[in-house]
């Protein structure tokens, strides 16, 4: 099994830890295309219309700036680093030790720095989002793209991929639809389906910890996916239709 997850838009920077050694990063293929990609991040955080390029307002300053040193700022594992909503829900630190080796081996997160890591990488604290398009590399989804299918693909052959990313993050990379299924969360408000940002992030992470939790084996194929997340949730398996996977919808009561 192999669960999809995106950043969190906002990181807690380490107050300690090694520089960081893009060597160490998981997917070492990459290496090339991250160098790339840190060193337009540091240029244009260094330009005078960083705050523009990069979308944030002058609130930001402070993490516009240490983009601009990030090979000598502090690292610590990605599931530090990244924090909110869906992280909290997942909880890594009150996992057992061996569920956090699952985490560890099972995780991976979707990145408009780094590509994909996995979720012990060191990394450090930075601001930059997948919907930027970054002078001298362009729309990130894109660049992210070609560089992510192939060893990605390698990656996931024959695994399960329970895709958490929101679209922004999905477009970087298209794992297979017959072995994907996309996580939907609706709640149901006055007998309609409705989406709602905070709650489908809570419950991605909810539903990430439980596949790791769960005594049972992992599941290898949507069919058992569903029969995991019913567990917890009321759900629904739709089948992949050309190139959209399957789509497990998780739905929860109006009062939730």
Not at 12 to 21: D, E, I, M, V
Not at 156 to 164: G, I, K, S, T
Request: aromatic fraction near 6%.
């Amino acid at each position: 099994m192999l669960i999809l997850l995106p950043p969190s838009e906002g990181k807690t920077r380490p107050q300690s830890g090694p520089a960081l050694n893009p060597d160490l990063l998981r997917f070492p293929e990459l290496a090339a295309a991250r160098k790339e990609v840190l060193s337009a991040l540091m240029d244009a955080s260094a330009a005078q219309d960083a705050h523009t390029v990069l979308g944030v307002g002058a609130s930001l300053a402070s993490e516009v700036q240490r983009n601009t040193v990030l090979e000598s700022e502090p690292c610590a594992p990605a599931h530090q680093v990244y924090s909110g909503v869906l992280y909290d829900a997942l909880g890594y630190d009150s996992l057992t030790p061996g569920q956090q080796a699952a985490a560890d081996e099972a995780v991976v997160v979707i990145s408009a720095l780094w590509g994909a890591i996995g979720f012990g990488d060191a990394i450090p604290a930075y601001r930059l989002s997948m919907g930027t398009k970054l002078p001298g590399i362009g729309r990130l989804a894109a660049f992210w793209k070609a560089a992510l299918t192939e060893p990605l693909n390698r990656h996931a052959e024959e695994q399960l991929v329970v895709d958490c990313r929101s679209s922004t993050y999905a477009a970087a990379w298209q794992p297979a639809p017959e072995r994907t299924a996309a996580v939907n969360v609706f709640q149901v408000r006055n007998g309609q389906r409705k989406v709602v940002s905070h709650f489908a992030k809570r419950t991605r992470g909810e539903l990430a910890r439980h596949l790791l939790a769960r005594d049972s084996k992992a599941p290898a194929t949507a069919e058992e996916l569903l029969a995991a997340a019913a567990e917890k949730w009321e759900a629904e398996l739709l089948a992949p239709a050309g190139r959209k996977p399957y789509q497990l919808n998780l739905i929860l009561p109006g009062e939730h």
